[in-house]
């Protein structure tokens, strides 16, 4: 499926309109001519939007269980896509996107659920998302419109992954990504309100990644997150919108076990925590779910700036 590619300066960036306006390349300008990947490269040819670089996650971020909750005094069920029945990462990251506008640095996009006779949304709704690349970071807009009649929850975010290692093999990753607290989780989703713990509290502070396999789910995400490469002297600095309150840490090893680490981790900003619409409903606050009116939008800004030393 064919990229558009964005370029300024020694950043390189390729977006996916086919495959949910999602990201296929971030990269940077490294030794010999070479572009490094600040987040793991797709295939050339890739079909797969969970293979890409990052993606988009609307109507809702990560995970519902069962692909079912309660709206208004009514339930609302979904298609689930996992073989833990769980509804997970929107309806947008698979979907073919149109292109409003492009240019060498800049391209927009929208998608419109009613041209979608199968959308697993029960409410009409349109997605933009605005992507522009400049000599040291690349931003991205995205607003989520409510085109129903009727008001309807939602949740959005990003799921980028960074490489482990830039240019330099000696490379340990760093991260700092201050956050107040850690959910409680049952298959991905969260069951109970956050609270601090030592993973939440190293976060505070820059340090390696952690050697372990991690998906852990965070309240309280100051909006900025900053990982460093530092043989290679690099640092990505992550700054998201003040709604974008949570943030997804995934960390994955071979089959799940600690020892065998992949080359990428995930570091994900979000409104809203997984399963964010059940455990509101059960009467846990701050889960980070909006309401959105006929003709409002939820809007998130991430910026992913990009600097060497």
């Not at 990201?23 to 987040?39: Q, R």
């Not at 043989?231 to 065998?260: C, D, E, Y």
């Amino acid at each position: 499926m064919p990229f558009h590619t964005l370029q300024a300066g020694k950043l390189r960036a390729s977006i996916a309109p086919e495959l949910g306006a999602g990201i296929a390349d971030l990269s940077i300008l490294g030794p010999s001519g070479f572009y490094y990947p600040l987040m793991r490269r797709a295939a050339p040819q890739e079909t797969n939007a969970s293979l890409l670089a990052s993606f988009i996650m609307a109507p809702w971020a990560n995970r519902i269980r069962n692909g079912s909750f309660s709206f208004g005094g009514k339930p609302i069920t979904l298609r689930t896509n996992t073989g833990d029945a769980m509804a997970q990462h929107g309806d947008v990251r698979k979907r073919p996107w149109s292109i409003v506008a492009h240019s060498a640095t800049a391209i927009s996009l929208e998608y419109d659920s009613r041209n979608f006779s199968d959308s697993n949304w029960p409410w009409s709704f349109r997605c933009k998302a605005d992507y522009s690349l400049d000599d040291d970071s690349l931003r991205v807009h995205l607003a989520v419109t409510n085109t129903d009649t009727t008001a309807f929850p939602a949740g959005c975010g990003h799921h980028p992954y960074f490489s482990r290692r830039l240019w330099d093999d000696n490379d340990i990753l760093e991260v700092e990504a201050p956050v107040n607290g850690r959910y409680p989780v049952d298959s991905g989703c969260a069951i109970g309100p956050a609270a601090p713990d030592a993973l939440s509290h190293s976060l505070a502070a820059s340090a390696r990644f952690p050697d372990e396999h991690i998906d852990a789910v965070f309240s309280g995400f100051t909006g900025r997150a900053r990982l460093r490469w530092p043989k290679s002297r690099v640092t990505l600095t992550m700054h998201a919108s003040p709604n974008m309150t949570h943030l997804v840490v995934f960390a994955p090893h071979a089959n799940g076990k600690s020892g065998t680490p992949l080359p990428f981790v995930a570091v994900e900003p979000q409104t809203q925590a997984n399963d964010g619409f059940n455990l509101e409903n059960r009467g846990v606050s701050g889960t980070g779910t909006q309401r959105i009116e006929p003709g409002a939008s939820l809007e998130t800004d991430c910026r992913f700036e990009i600097g060497q030393d």
